[in-house]
């Protein structure tokens, strides 16, 4: 059912727990290289994702003290992605590979751990020549 009166028009920011922001923020910084937007002391710190924010903080409390959903960031070029954070001292789960076949695409995914242990994969859409 669609309720006229509700309008999402796009995700807005994501939330990912760090108990080192200081760590955290220079991962996402420095090794990912998102955009730095501010920070608040060592509490918070946001980034520019593609347009989304990604709010680093402490969980507020017990409950919200858990691993975080899985973020798929989009790459053009995966085994370069892949290669440059290796290099950069990157914890990778395992290389990329093939998960996918579409009618269009091959969709490649590579997983890979921030300095908390979080897990993010790159994600890459691999066209045919």
């Known amino acids: 059912m669609n309720d006229p009166k509700i309008s999402i028009t796009r995700l807005g920011q994501i939330a990912l727990n760090a108990k080192n922001i200081p760590a955290a923020t220079a991962f996402y ?5 998102l955009k ?8 918070m710190a946001f980034f520019d ?5 990604l709010m680093l903080s402490v969980p507020s409390s017990p409950e919200l003290d858990h691993p ?3 973020l798929y960031l989009m790459v053009a070029d995966i085994d370069a992605a892949h290669a440059a954070l290796a290099a950069r001292g990157v914890k990778i789960e395992h290389p990329p590979a093939l998960t996918a076949r579409m009618p269009d695409h ?11 242990g979080n897990i993010l994969e ?6 045919p020549a």
Not at 49 to 53: A, H, I, T
């Open 29 to 33: 910084r420095d090794v990912l290289g």
């Open 36 to 43: 730095h937007l501010f920070s608040v002391g060592e509490q």
């Open 49 to 53: 994702c593609g347009g989304v924010r």
């Open 68 to 70: 975080s959903s899985i």
């Open 106 to 116: 091959e969709l490649w995914l590579c997983p890979f751990r921030d300095p908390e």
């Open 122 to 127: 790159l994600m890459c859409e691999k066209r």
